[in-house]
């Protein structure tokens, strides 16, 4: 076996500030699932093998996320907070929306003005009561955003393989739009950047638990970037409203969508079985980019809030039959909230990738 090259680790400390305490699930108040913990039990397993090499993010700039978000989304989440403290409102506690301004709310009617607070404009860019905003947010979802630029930076560079320890996760974030406790798509922007340096076609594979609804409505119309996601149905499963398998894509991206819904309890061996599909698809696709992995962890059998049933020795598996792409893979943290299985996990998960890409 040949030796293989340390796998770049991009992660900082921007994160620790952004830390919700609670969130709200059918209007009962839990425990913020996403947390700080996560990416410390992720880190730590990593490092603990020895085969990552941690670096920092470099700088990036704001012109990859206005390339993917509209500027008054990026607006919003850089200031809703400093303007909801400023109202007089406790600093202490996160912030949610509590009115929406849904397409049945607006109906045939021309609305004249948005309020210029924008924590009263909040439920105008956020669709669901889970995704709780605290000082630290704007500032840990521009980190996230650079960790993910720079993990592409590596795999363009030459690395086959660089993982971004993105918090917080992306794949809920819309052009115009928070949820599901996403504020900036990190794979759209990764995406949409490795096109923007030349790339023709770029794939994203999103194996969370969860329907990845935002990175699906940024690439909708596009044929350029297939996107391709394994989740849990959404006739039972958040985000509810999107991730069925007869959502293909419209115009020039008609086709360039693929969703792979999954029933409760699916296994390793059914799991498996899917991801062939998607990667059938991918391998049709051609692309000439490194592909984008959204890489969640919520499918695991003991995540507390999801229902699929994958073990650790799973994660190996699905690790290593992405690497057998042959495709070179920038892989970007999403979801997974059974915090104790993370690092070991992400240990399988990504060492089946290493040696999948290695075989290749
Ligand atoms: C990135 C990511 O994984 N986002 C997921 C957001 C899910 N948020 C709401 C989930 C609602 C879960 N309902 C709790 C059921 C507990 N038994
Ligand atoms: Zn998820």
């Known amino acids: 076996m040949a030796d293989v090259l340390p796998t770049p680790l991009i992660a900082s400390d921007d994160h620790l500030a952004h830390a919700g305490l609670i969130e709200l699930a059918a209007g009962r108040e839990i425990p913020c699932y996403e947390s700080p913990e996560r990416a410390t039990a992720i880190r730590q397993g990593l490092l603990s093998t020895g085969d990552y090499a941690l670096q920092p993010p470099d700088a990036h700039g704001p012109d990859a996320i206005s390339a993917v978000h509209e500027v008054e989304l990026i607006d919003l989440v850089e200031h809703v907070w400093t303007d909801a403290v400023a109202d007089g409102w406790d600093a202490v506690r996160p912030l949610l929306p509590d009115t929406f301004m849904l ?146 894509g419209e115009g020039r991206g008609e086709g360039a969508n693929l969703n792979l819904p999954l ?59 992405i690497g057998k792409l042959g495709v070179s893979v920038v892989a970007l943290q999403e979801g997974g909230y059974a915090v104790d299985a993370l690092g070991v996990n992400a240990v399988a998960f990504l060492g089946g990738l290493r040696e999948g890409l290695r075989d290749r």
């Open 103 to 248: 397409r049945s709310y607006i109906g045939p009617m021309a609305l004249a003005a948005l309020p210029a607070g924008r924590h009263l404009r909040l439920g105008a860019y956020c669709f669901d009561t889970a995704t709780p905003i605290v000082a630290g947010t704007a500032n840990a979802a521009r980190a996230a955003v650079d960790i993910a630029l720079t993990a592409a930076d590596r795999v363009l560079e030459g690395a086959p393989l660089a993982y971004g320890l993105c918090r917080p996760p992306g794949h809920h974030a819309g052009r115009n739009l928070i949820g599901g406790y996403c504020f900036f798509n990190n794979a759209a922007i990764v995406a949409q950047s490795i096109i923007d340096r030349g790339a023709q076609r770029v794939a994203i594979l999103d194996v969370d638990f969860h329907h990845g609804n935002g990175t699906q409505q940024i690439f909708w119309q596009r044929d350029d970037v297939l996107y391709v996601s394994l989740h849990g149905d959404p006739g039972g499963i958040y985000p509810y409203f999107s991730g069925y398998a007869g959502e293909r």
């Open 263 to 321: 029933a409760a309890g699916t296994d390793g061996e059914a799991y498996l079985a899917a991801l062939n599909d998607g990667l059938d698809a991918i391998a049709r696709f051609d692309p000439d980019g490194p592909l984008v992995l959204s890489l969640g962890f919520d499918t695991y059998h003991a995540d507390p809030i999801c229902n699929l049933a994958l073990r650790t020795d799973d994660y190996a598996r699905i690790g290593g039959r």
